[in-house]
């Protein structure tokens, strides 16, 4: 299927106006701005390339979000380099993790109703405060949140690439979602219920 020549230039603006988005996106994962910039330019053009496996099920961002999500996970499985281990504070990793619980072993804080989540995930702006709200993150904190619930990598493969331990991954993926929520809380779903 070729597009005709409105089309194509309908395609080539609205991907020139993700790319500043898809190039953040990247960039967190990858912390590497020319990387991120080739994982994204390596993205657009597979759309360009066959304009018609996009077949209209999902926004084209959404469609070139998933392109891109597989150029990153190839980037990182590539690089082998070993990385330093950040931390925090001086809690020990067990004692952060007990920190967390309460004796039951449920979560200290409980969320807030969030209402119908399909029903908010449509929602355009949600993805802008959850954005702003990943901003806010530390960067380590930040990334290693994409990789698991975008990249949707396993936890051992996040291990290897930040050179971190499991219990230290999982420490710095519950301060992401506790983070997020609190702020997902403030932003967008405490606003949305008093609207």
């Known amino acids: 299927m070729t597009l005709s020549s409105s089309a194509t230039e309908s395609l080539y603006r609205q ?20 990387l991120a910039e080739d994982a994204v330019q390596d993205a657009l053009i597979a759309v360009l390339e066959k304009p018609e496996r996009y077949a209209g099920q999902s926004t084209l961002r959404t469609y070139v979000t ?16 070993e990385r330093q281990i950040e931390t ?3 809690q020990s990793e067990d004692d952060a ?31 802008r405060v959850l954005e702003v709200c990943l901003e806010k993150l530390p960067a380590k904190t930040a990334r290693i949140f994409m990789m698991r619930e975008w990249l949707e990598l396993e936890t051992d493969e996040i291990c290897k ?35």
């Open 88 to 90: 925090c504070d001086d």
């Open 66 to 81: 998933g392109i891109l999500k597989f150029k990153i996970i190839d980037n990182l499985r590539a690089t082998t380099r």
């Open 15 to 34: 991907l020139e106006t993700m790319r500043p988005l898809l190039v953040r996106f990247a960039v967190l994962q990858l912390r590497n701005q020319a």
């Open 161 to 195: 690439e930040l050179a971190i331990t499991t219990s230290n991954a999982w420490v710095l993926l519950y301060r992401a979602r506790m983070r997020l929520r609190e702020c997902l809380d403030l932003n967008w779903f405490g606003h949305c219920q008093t609207s």
């Open 97 to 127: 993790i007990d920190a967390l619980f309460v004796a039951d072993g449920h979560t200290r804080d409980k969320p807030l109703a969030w209402g119908d989540p399909d029903q908010t995930l449509e929602q355009k702006d949600f993805f």
